[in-house]
């Protein structure tokens, strides 16, 4: 939840959504490491607070068809 939060931040720029997914992983933090698995999706979160993440714009007249192949080939990929 969190994590999707930090997400809707960053697109809609909205700083107070990513201040609250902060102060919620560092309220989740000090019990990770005894009951990691139980936490996974908060330690994907700090992975990404860690190492931070990349975003595209992808913007022009052909955008959306640009997008799609990109998508086609990253699916490709994996």
């Known amino acids: 939840m969190a994590r999707n939060l930090k997400k809707l931040g960053l697109l809609f720029d909205n700083e107070q ?3 609250i997914a902060a102060q919620q992983l560092r309220n989740i933090m000090p ?3 005894k009951y990691g698995s139980a936490y996974s999706n908060w330690a994907m979160l700090l ?4 190492f931070g993440t990349n ?3 992808i913007v022009g007249a052909d955008a959306e068809v640009f997008r799609l ?3 086609k080939i990253t699916s490709l990929i994996k």
């Open 17 to 19: 959504y990513i201040e």
């Open 31 to 33: 019990h990770m490491a």
């Open 47 to 50: 992975l990404d607070e860690v």
């Open 55 to 57: 975003e595209v714009a």
């Open 69 to 71: 192949d990109i998508e």
